[in-house]
């Protein structure tokens, strides 16, 4: 691997007045690397790149904050735009014109879109693409990758041109930063494996590997027989003390919590610059004055003017909209992919654009801030340095971010103040608050907030939204609404134009609405209830599907539920350990960010127990969801167009909670073969992760013994208060997600969270064991054996059944039977303990016999009465013998 950057003076920095400072003589740095003891070292050009500030991210404690990026600081547009093109023509000076006119330039969202954009501009031969994290209804994507240490980490490759990554040619990767440099290698492993190139460059306005971190790009390069040039602006890296992810998370929490002890302000220092906020006073002065002295190290800084509010009458805010006049056919970027001959139409087109901007401005406007949208960030930088060519304003530049960064207002501290809102583009990965750092209090006169069509919402007019905010902190907001740029789809099938967003509780369901969203439409108002003996002697006779309607929902006699609660406090550091036996297996081997879809709905609980187990050990913030498979009909595809809509199906990995013969197993795999014949949409991976699989039906458990879950035990009040799903063609119509209900009336019995709450209160307990099991298993041979079907057929025949269906084996299956079926007989394993006791209880209950039987695979199996009419059972419920 050759390295090509700008090699300067090395030196420390770690505070105070700096050459290359910002103006001022303050380093913005210096606040965070006084009390964490960071320190940067490298190219003296550092300190005026960058700053430092403390994140809300369980990963890293530091944020290295660029001034040149124009995301985080408001910047002179053409400040921003001149490092980009710079980078470019020495990219270009690399290659050569043959080259140049080869390659592809890639960069990465949410912050590098336009500098890549600006790469792309200084090489000026070549087509550009960006990664995304918005996909596309029935656009298959070319790529994929992770950005492990984000908080938001799953990028789409989405060209409409398929053959745009196809070439040959050299590939430039272009990021803002390089700390590690696992983004970079992410990326080309998973492209080199589909398009292999010869050669990569990779591009950033710095470079902050260690040596050891740029050891393993070298090591990569030369693995896969490929040539990496690396070009940078500056080059350094940062020393970061034992201890200082705690030391951050702590400094964190405290000052979050004396932001919210004092409340926010809806003046934020409307008028002066960032930089004439007087600074606080040193800690030696603050004594003499009485004041306490600030515990975490010397200086001082004030809860800064962040998040101001409008006025509480509830209006929306008044905003100037601009008509752009934004040319037809053009991209709004390089989401899809932007060519030469794009560049040159928008380049044509800016003059007039500027000139609509300028007008639009209120008279007496001198300084103005363009402000942009997350991946929105070339358009808007264009547009903001147009018109300061146009205009004797001063016109800065930076966009809003997904990022959570702690602000404080200090000189010495790099993000200021921070307006935070809620996100107005329906993201895929749902509902969040972005963020627009050092706008409130910079004394701007107006402020265009730039977005495109498809964030152009409710939302963002409503309130509470990003233009209210800006509205209590300048005396004029203007809005320019740059066309959202959706690519022609080739033989698409037909589908309806948009599929409703997941149902979430408290609305529907009794979880917590980050645990999970129900890709279920909501039939609560619907009788579907039936008496089971009706339900079972309909569904035999072969005049109804089971899906079709719903048993009584069994209502627990407080022995049952005694029981219950028993069977928790025994197995739930159990089933604890399994969940992370399961969730280490599926990180290590299927995602590094999986979308879970849990199969509603004995999957869902266990879905949420992954979320969670990934969450507390990893700091993972999974998507989960709930939708619908039913035996004989396969799973809901709307669900599935929408999941391929909103997420890559490669990540997508299906949950349950055990397996009993495999049948769901089985039908997941015909129905997603189905599913790529009719819809054209490939990468569903049909292998369940389930936490028990005593079949040996699945590669992906977290335990094959077939013991006692305790959400077996119970059916909605355990699971959401949801029941079971529906599919019925008067209900359900081709373009609709299948049904379920939400049983509010159950709530004072409902046990859902405390279940959750329960098993995840032992995981720190478990943690060792269960990863040390998970990499046992990871080196094992796991193919499924299926000696459960075995074992289910060889029943059916002995017992003179003929129907396997009528067979449940396994704990919770049998459970099953017993609180939804009408049972006819349980075979128990000889010598089965507690885990039974439940079971043992119904079948008291309901009068139905349990066998002891030996040399059975499975603790126990339900059978389901194989000749069930109306009068099949007496007054007192009990079975007919046959």
Known sequence: MEKAVNEGEHHGVQGGALSGAPAGGVWTGRWVAERLGVELVGDDRLPGLLGLALRRNPKRAHLLVSNVLGKHVPQAPSVVYGHGVALGRRVRELLGDDEARRAVVLGYAETATGLGHSVADGLGLAPYLHSTRRPVPGLVPAGGFEESHSHATSHLLLPEDPALLAGDGPLVLVDDEFSTGNTVLNTVRDLHERYPRRRYVVVALVDMRSAADAGRLEEFAREIGARVDLVAAASGTVRLPEGVLEKGQELVARYESRSAGQGSSAGAAPSGALAQVPAPPDSGAALAAGQEADPLGAGTARTPPTDPRPDDDGTAPHVTRIDLGWPAGLPDGGRHGFTPAHRQLLEDALPMMARRLAHALPEGARRVHILGFEELMYAPLRLAEALERATDAEVRYSTTTRSPVLALDDPGYAIRTRLAFPAHDDPADGPGERYAYNVAGAGFDAVVAVVDSAADTPLLHAPGGLLARLAATTPHVLLAVVPSYVPDIPHAPERPSMLPAPLRGPAFSSYAPEEVGWLLQDLSDVTLEAPTEEREEAIQSGGAHYAESLPVEYQPSEQYQELFHAALSVSAARIARAVGVVTETVLAERSPRPVLVSLARAGTPVGILMRRWAQHRHGLDLPHYAVSIVRGRGIDANALRWLAAHHDPRDVVFVDGWTGKGAITRELAQALTEFEKSDGITGFDPEIAVLADPGSCVRTYGTREDFLIPSACLNSTVSGLVSRTVLRADLVGPHDFHGAKFYRELAATDVSVAFLDAV?????????????????????????????????????????????????????????????????????RAGAGSDLDHVRLLAEQRGVPVEEVDALPYTCVGLIHPKYTRGATGADGKAVTL
Request: net charge negative.
């Open 760 to 828: 995840s209160a032992c995981f720190p307990e478990v943690a060792d064991a269960a990863c040390a099991q998970a990499g046992e298993l990871l080196a094992a041979d796991r193919t499924p054996t299926w000696e459960g079907w075995a074992a289910v057929e060889r029943i059916s025949e002995e017992y003179g059944i003929h129907d396997v269906n009528l067979v449940k084996p396994g704990v919770g299956e049998t459970t099953r039977v017993m609180l939804r079926r009408v049972p006819w007989k349980v075979l128990a």
